[in-house]
């Protein structure tokens, strides 16, 4: 990781391990719900199957568990659901204690939560995660000079078709809101094929030593003149905020690369 990244404030978070008490058996932990304090958002992360560790009438009332909890989920909110199950799950299914934590994303705390305690998370590089990158690209001006390289696989949005191109980073600062909120985690894909002009580009400047690069996120807009025969120059490139709070700066092409376009925020 490079020496020299900018840093992101964690978010403050609560989470509590779901156990299955069976007959005969030791508890296992089988499942996470992990609250965001702040949003009030709720991730859950349950056991695939559980045919392993119960016979198959029980095994078929904890696979449809998922399905009932998420539903309370989506209606009622996390914190609801966390009470209902305190006050209600005990004999073969349980709900541990209240834990606080501080995650910078509840999607890859939730992944490392479900590794600890309950059990080892496949990684399926570009075909269930995407690499996430040390840099922290500046939604204002340049961010400072930092090296970077792939620090954790994190999970991928469902239903999303996965290449080697995409990858996952964090934009800090305000400028890109409220599209892009400071802290988000998003998703990029290197090399953008076709026109730049009006996109949202992760841009580098190059920096002092070889390993090194400043970065930020900006609309990008250029103006162009003929310098020869089906040759194009650049005469302006600008970088645009989205929030009206921030002025536009123009850059030298010199220097400068678009090493990638924004996608969407994942969290």
């Given at each position: 990781m490079g020496s020299r990244a900018v840093?992101?404030?964690g978010r403050p978070g609560v989470y509590a391990v779901l156990e299955a008490a069976l007959p005969g058996q030791e508890p296992r932990n089988i499942g996470v719900l992990l609250i965001d304090s702040t949003s009030g958002r709720?991730?859950?992360k349950l056991r695939e199957r559980y045919d392993d560790i119960a016979d198959p009438a029980d095994a078929e009332i904890f696979e449809a568990l998922e399905s009932h909890l998420r539903d309370r989920l989506d209606t009622g909110g996390a914190e609801a659901l966390l009470s209902w199950m305190e006050d209600t799950l005990s004999n073969s299914i349980r709900i541990g204690d209240r834990h606080e934590v501080v995650a910078q994303s509840f999607r890859h705390t939730l992944e490392q939560l479900y590794a600890d305690q309950v059990a080892p998370v496949e990684i399926r590089r570009f075909?269930?995660?995407?690499p996430l990158?040390?840099?922290r690209a500046a939604a204002g001006h340049l961010g400072e000079e930092m090296s970077v390289e792939a620090e954790d696989w994190v999970p991928a949005p469902e239903g999303m078709k996965l290449d080697p191109n995409l990858f996952v980073a964090h934009v800090v600062g305000r400028s890109?809101?409220?599209r892009i909120p400071d802290g988000s985690l998003n998703l990029f894909r290197l090399n953008p094929a076709g026109s730049r002009q009006g996109k949202?580009?992760?841009i580098e400047r190059y920096g002092v030593a070889d390993d090194s690069a400043r970065y930020t996120v900006k609309r990008y807009t250029s103006e162009k003149r003929r310098s020869g025969d089906d040759e194009?120059?650049?005469?302006?490139?600008?970088?645009e905020p989205l929030n009206?709070?921030?002025e536009p700066w123009d850059v030298d092409p010199e220097g400068f690369a678009v090493v990638a376009e924004w996608l969407r925020v994942i969290e």
């Amino acid at each position: 990781m490079g020496s020299r990244a900018v840093s992101i404030s964690g978010r403050p978070g609560v989470y509590a391990v779901l156990e299955a008490a069976l007959p005969g058996q030791e508890p296992r932990n089988i499942g996470v719900l992990l609250i965001d304090s702040t949003s009030g958002r709720g991730f859950l992360k349950l056991r695939e199957r559980y045919d392993d560790i119960a016979d198959p009438a029980d095994a078929e009332i904890f696979e449809a568990l998922e399905s009932h909890l998420r539903d309370r989920l989506d209606t009622g909110g996390a914190e609801a659901l966390l009470s209902w199950m305190e006050d209600t799950l005990s004999n073969s299914i349980r709900i541990g204690d209240r834990h606080e934590v501080v995650a910078q994303s509840f999607r890859h705390t939730l992944e490392q939560l479900y590794a600890d305690q309950v059990a080892p998370v496949e990684i399926r590089r570009f075909q269930t995660h995407l690499p996430l990158y040390t840099l922290r690209a500046a939604a204002g001006h340049l961010g400072e000079e930092m090296s970077v390289e792939a620090e954790d696989w994190v999970p991928a949005p469902e239903g999303m078709k996965l290449d080697p191109n995409l990858f996952v980073a964090h934009v800090v600062g305000r400028s890109m809101e409220p599209r892009i909120p400071d802290g988000s985690l998003n998703l990029f894909r290197l090399n953008p094929a076709g026109s730049r002009q009006g996109k949202i580009l992760l841009i580098e400047r190059y920096g002092v030593a070889d390993d090194s690069a400043r970065y930020t996120v900006k609309r990008y807009t250029s103006e162009k003149r003929r310098s020869g025969d089906d040759e194009w120059e650049h005469t302006r490139i600008r970088l645009e905020p989205l929030n009206p709070e921030f002025e536009p700066w123009d850059v030298d092409p010199e220097g400068f690369a678009v090493v990638a376009e924004w996608l969407r925020v994942i969290e």
